[in-house]
Structures are given as C-alpha cells and as structure tokens.
C-alpha cells in the first residue's frame, strides 16, 4: 500500500511540475522548460504528454534530434497519442526529412481523419516532396562526406562526374518520377512527372540550344527613377555601401544590377582564399569576432553603431549564420558583401551551416529572395556561399569556426586546409563536423540534440588546441542567454550576436574584439533594438506551418 501510494505521489507532483514547464515554455524560457519536464519525466516517464511537450521545446532550440527522440519515445509510450506524431513530424521536416515527416503526418491523418489542420499539413508535405524532388532532379551531386583519409588521399578535392550533365538530368527525372510513384498519392505522383517533363524540356533547351543562362550586369539597365544607392563603374565605395544600408533602413531596395555586381565581386574574391585563413594582427591593432546575425539588419547596424564601422583599421569577422530565421536576410547579406568588396581587409567571413541551399529553402532565406529579387538570384547567391572559407586562425592563437569540432581526433590545421568547401555541405565528415556540431559541459563525443553534427567535450577541445598549438576556440551556432558562453575550462567561447533571436528568445547579443599581440577576448553585450513590423520566417511560410 505504501508504495502505491509513493506512486500516486509521483504522478501527482510530475503534474505539478509539468505545469510549471508550460509557464516557462509560454514564457519562451524554453532551455528551463525542457529541464522540468525532464524532473516530471523522471517521476513519471509513461506519460506520453510529458515526451511531446519536452519535444516541442527542443524544436524552439532547434534541437531537432533530441525532438526526435523524444516524439518517438511518447509515440512508444502510447501510439494513439496524436501530438507525437505531429512532433516527430515536424521534427524531420526541419531536418528535411520530407518523406519521413510524411509518413508521420500519414499516420496523423488515419487518426484524426477530418481535422482540417492536419489534413492541411500533410499536403503542404506532399507538395514539398515534388518540389524537392524535382529540383533535385536538377541538381548536381554532392559528395556525402570528406573523411581526413580522403582529404590526404584527393589533396584539393575532384569534382569529375560519371556521366554528362544532360543523362545526369534525364536518369534524375526518370528516378524521380519512379520514387513518386512508389511513395505519394496518385494525384501527387502525377504532378511530379509533369515537372519532370517540364524540367527535361527546360533543361534541354539550356543544354541543347541555350545560351547557357549566363548573366551581366552591363546588360540589367537602371530605370530613370531608380533613387537608390549606385555603383559608378566597377569600384564599390564607402559612398555606395552608407547610402545602401540608409536605403535598406527605410526599407528601400537596390536595383538588380548591383546586386549582381556584388555578388560577382564577392564570388572572385572568396574563390581565391583558402579554406582556412590566417589572420594576423599587430599590437596595437584589433579585430571584433560577430556570431550569427540571421537576418536582423537593424541589430547588424547596431553593432556597428556601437562598434563603428568595418574598415582596416576596424576590421570585423563574422562567424557564419548571416542568413535565414530573420526577414531582413538579404539587406544582412548585401551588406556584408559589400563591405567585403570596398575592402576585403575590412571584413571576414567564414560559413555556416545556413549558408546552404537545404536550410535556406527551409528557414526564408530563399523565399526572400524569390520575393525581392527573383529565383536566378538564390542560385547566385548559393555559388557565392560555396566559396566562404570555413574556419579563421587569428595570430596563431585563436581558431574561429562557427560549429565545433571533430568526430575523431589528430585533425590538424592542414586537414581543414585540404577541404574541397566549393560545394553544398555534406552530411558528414569534417566539412559537416566545423559547420554542425556544439560542445557539451562533459568528457568525450556525444550525439548531436540537432540530428546532424556531433557534441563534443572539453576533453576533446584540450586536445586539439594541444595539437595545434592554439589557445582559444571562438565558435557561434547557439543562441546563448547572455549572448556568449565561456566553457571547457575557459578554453572555448560561444558567441552569438543576434539578440531577441527570432522575436521571441529575449536573449542578449554579444561580439568578442580581440587585440594584439597577447589576443585577450573582450566581450561587449548589447539588446535588441526595434525593427519594421515584419515577422521572422515572414518568407518561409510552408515551414511557419508547424511551429
């Protein structure tokens, strides 16, 4: 009887407790809500609502293997309880597992046959299937990971294929079509192969008897009204850059053509740079190191208000995540290649896991730029991502990068040298790895809460700055409260300078400016400050759909 009555107890207090985590989710505290329906769990893991809840918490910290798990386990804990399907659904789609998302929301629809939501959903699923599998149908192969043996055993990488470009797009189409038919509704099946003829018609003509797309600047002429910023020649000015970020503040656009200029001069610079960069800094001098900004221009002005503008003696690196999440992503982007183009000494730039086609179809900025642009400009725009240089060395002291760290140890400097970064990121190996992965607060390797990458320990950060005589890892990709975090015995700092990220996690901002010769970090925190009324993910409306 005792022990029943401990048992009734539990469940009692784990209500209580679960309670308290749904205030703080409502709070956005969501890092504290997960940690109590972690103590409500513990007391009583056979409730399924407890699972989903802690799920969907992680997904607000875009923790989505550690959502994935947790759905799965409330799907595990009791199959009729819808809301775990439609966590773990939601979960691979933001990871852009599209047709295992669709089996989720499959299942979602046979339990709740007439919710309009659901329903709703689950075609929403089936339509970015086709369109995700036809473009795939036109799209390049990417090499699905680069481990350090391959990396010494192709030195730069090789980017040969088997087969000519027009078979490569035929066979796709038809696999397409064959994987369409074996996996989607009959009327969906039948869309996907009338985009398949659609795209062989499109891309025969390009191969056959086109021009091959190519664009020039000189030849997008500027309308007489055209008001906005200028680029007289081919010479990108300060003049040009103030004037252009003025216009962007009001909300004013720059025209087509030198946005075309900037990217190409973006792209010709970039190519030329290694992928890992040493930077060095005179005593006396300075460099401040920015973490993600995500689209939120008017906090990037802020920055530079509080920190002046990049120039070379006020030179800046930031850290990747330039894009996505917030709507203001291609102002963010132009600016930060511009400055690059007046004075590439001004600025630093190294990639991060949204600069990638896969997550910028996902989280706006692609839809952004269809919308104030058009669809040519967001595969420009993925030519120049692929250019970024993938980590920074700063007086041979400091390693930049904005993910983390490797699945094995002995990588050394020159490794990441040998990285062929001139591609979408693969899913695994080191590329992968410096993109994706966090560190933890204890020893050795983990799974990724995000389903890709990996954690890493203090244990593991020791040594690689032991092996590299290094003293410091500078890295960004997590949101942090204060806008940075000191870990690993002080060895390793977080920074992340997007405040209020997202509108809605009430988190400080934070940049590092780091001085020479001895390459003390001096952190400088700041809040968010008001922007336009236009909401993050304004442009990313499919997704919106299953926050």
């Known amino acids: 009887m005792p022990s029943m009555d401990i048992k009734k107890s539990n469940v009692t207090h784990a209500e209580e407790i679960k309670c308290l985590a749904n205030k703080a989710f409502t709070a956005h505290k969501y890092a504290q809500a997960i940690n109590l329906y972690t103590e409500a769990i513990e007391l009583n893991n056979r409730n399924a609502v407890y699972w989903a809840n802690r799920a969907f918490a ?69 339509k970015a299937i086709v369109k995700l599998n036809s473009e795939e149908a036109v799209a390049a192969p990417v090499p699905q990971t680069d481990s350090v043996a391959d990396l010494h055993r192709v030195g730069a990488g090789s980017n040969a294929t088997s087969l000519p470009p027009q078979m490569a797009i035929v066979a796709a189409a038809v696999a397409t079509t064959a994987i369409a038919i074996s996996t989607l509704s009959t009327k ?62 009001n909300q004013k656009s720059l025209h087509k053509r030198y946005v075309l200029q900037i990217l190409q001069q973006t792209k010709e610079i970039l190519k030329a740079l290694p992928s890992l960069v040493d930077i060095t800094i005179p005593e006396g001098k300075h460099l401040t190191v920015c973490g993600d900004v995500h689209g939120q221009f008017y906090d990037l002005l802020n920055i530079f208000e509080l920190n002046g503008l990049p120039s070379e003696d006020n030179p800046y690196l930031f850290n990747g995540d330039f894009v996505d999440r917030g709507s203001f992503s291609l102002e963010v982007i132009l600016t930060l290649f511009a400055v690059k183009c007046m004075s590439p000494s001004a600025i630093h730039l190294s990639r991060g896991n949204h600069e990638s086609k896969s997550m910028n179809k996902m989280y706006g ?113 997590e949101v942090k409260d204060e806008g940075y975090e000191i870990e690993h015995d002080g060895k390793l700092i977080t920074v992340f300078s997007a405040p209020n990220y997202c509108d809605q996690m009430r988190n400080k901002g934070a940049f590092i400016r780091f001085e020479g010769p001895n390459m003390k970090p001096n952190i400088v925190t700041f809040s968010a400050v008001p922007h336009p009324d236009v909401k993050p993910m304004a442009y990313a409306n499919f997704f919106q759909l299953f926050q």
């Open 58 to 126: 992680h997904i607000k910290l875009e923790e989505y293997g550690s959502a994935l798990e947790d759905a799965s386990k409330a799907i595990e804990v009791d199959p009729r309880y819808s809301k775990g399907y439609y966590r773990r659904g939601a979960a691979y789609l933001a990871m852009g597992k599209f047709e295992e998302a669709l089996k989720d929301f499959q299942q979602l629809k046979k339990m709740c046959p007439n919710d309009p939501d659901t329903i709703k959903k689950l075609k929403e699923c089936e």
């Open 365 to 477: 900025f692609e839809g952004e730029v269809k919308t104030k642009l058009n669809g040519t400009f967001v595969e420009l725009f993925a030519e120049v991502f692929c250019c970024l240089p993938l980590a920074y060395v700063l007086n041979e002291k400091v390693f930049v990068v904005h993910g983390g760290l490797f699945s094995v140890d002995g990588v050394k400097l020159s490794d990441i040298r040998r990285i062929d970064r001139f591609r979408e990121p693969p899913e695994e190996g080191l590329m992968s790895e410096l993109l994706w992965s966090d560190p933890q607060p204890y020893p050795g390797r983990g799974p990724s809460k995000r389903g890709v990458g990996l954690s890493f320990g203090a244990d593991v950060t020791k040594r690689f700055l032991q092996d590299n005589n290094l003293d410091l890892l500078v890295r960004s990709h």
């Open 188 to 249: 969906a099946a039948t869309l996907v192969a009338a985009i398949a003829v659609v795209v062989l018609v499109i891309m025969g003509t390009r191969w056959w008897g086109g021009s091959g797309g190519v664009i020039n600047a000189k030849t997008l002429d500027v309308e007489p009204q055209y008001s906005g910023a200028k680029i007289e020649g081919d010479i990108i000015t300060l003049d040009f850059v103030k004037k252009m970020m003025d216009d962007f503040k």
